[in-house]
């Protein structure tokens, strides 16, 4: 009886080592900014505009129409994303008012990193905005 005991043991530990671990079908890494929004401050009436994002290069543009450069001040924007629900965006946007202009060198003042929360994938885009020519 008392190697009865020990064999059981034996056997419910070789089948506790033998077993996989779960795969978590739930793990969700997907570090994309879908969309981005800029709008106005300062104005009685607050105008938005919607970012084209290339995911390829990392980038985020705004292109404010000519006919609608008096309602933005590039230098003093809001700026709101869209992300999935598990990543985490830094700096936060809601902190302050954006410079969306390029520096004296031609490059973006803005870098974003979006994090994954749970894999800690990141991703980096350059923010920028001008006035079209159109």
């Known amino acids: 009886?008392?190697?009865?005991?020990?064999?059981?043991?034996?056997?419910l530990l070789l089948g506790t080592l033998s077993c996989k671990k779960a795969v978590n079908p739930f793990v969700h890494d997907d570090v994309t900014i879908t969309s981005m929004v800029m709008s106005s401050t300062g104005f009685d009436i607050?105008?938005?505009?919607?970012?084209?994002?290339?995911?390829?290069?990392?980038?985020i543009v705004f292109a404010?129409?000519?006919?609608?450069?008096?309602?933005?001040?590039?230098?003093?924007?809001?700026?709101?994303?869209?992300?999935?629900?598990?990543?985490?965006?830094?700096?936060?946007l809601s902190d302050r008012l954006w410079d969306v202009t390029k520096d004296e060198d031609g490059n973006p003042r803005i870098t974003l990193t979006v994090t994954?929360?749970?894999?800690?994938?990141?991703?980096?885009?350059?923010?920028?905005?001008?006035?079209s020519s159109k």
């Open 1 to 11: 009886m008392k190697y009865l005991k020990y064999i059981a043991a034996a056997l």
């Open 46 to 59: 607050v105008s938005t505009l919607e970012a084209t994002i290339d995911q390829e290069a990392g980038t």
């Open 64 to 92: 404010v129409p000519r006919a609608d450069r008096s309602k933005f001040d590039l230098t003093k924007v809001k700026l709101s994303a869209t992300i999935w629900f598990d990543a985490s965006i830094s700096p936060k």
């Open 116 to 131: 994954s929360d749970q894999t800690g994938t990141t991703k980096q885009y350059q923010v920028w905005g001008y006035v």
